[in-house]
């Protein structure tokens, strides 16, 4: 069993930026995987980065390339993404989901952090 709780989220500008965090708890927590996902209001939950255990294997969303980082301190349990550059249009719900595949989506989700950007 693994806990994900993502912190960071926030009221930015457009062209701002934010880091968010995702802390994960559980048993042998540095062997997954851990990707972020965003839903916007009325739409589908979108992948957004994944990262590998290692953090040496990166993917990212074609929309936010050039502009997210993801990134992880396994000695902290964390997985961050840096949020630059960022427009109204990523405003979302901002999801950490962990599983043992890379890519794809895991089994395990946390409750999100809310991303507002205002133009």
């Known amino acids: 069993q693994v806990q994900l709780v993502e912190s960071g989220g926030g009221l930015v500008q457009a062209g701002g930026s934010l880091r968010l965090s995702c802390v994960a708890s559980?048993?042998?927590?540095?062997?997954?995987?851990i990707a972020w996902f965003r839903q916007a209001p009325g739409k589908e939950r979108d992948f957004v980065a994944g990262?590998?255990?290692?953090?040496?294997?990166?993917n990212y969303a074609d929309s936010v390339k050039g502009r997210f980082t993801i990134s992880r301190d396994n000695a902290k349990n964390t997985v961050y993404l840096q949020l630059n550059s960022l427009t109204p249009e990523d405003t979302a719900i901002y999801y950490c989901?962990?599983?043992?595949?890379?890519?794809?989506?895991?089994?395990?989700w946390g409750r999100g952090t809310q991303v507002t950007v205002s133009s």
């Open positions: 990262i590998n255990y290692t953090g040496r294997r990166k």
């Open positions: 559980g048993r042998f927590v540095s062997s997954y995987a």
């Open positions: 989901n962990a599983g043992l595949s890379y890519p794809g989506m895991g089994d395990y």
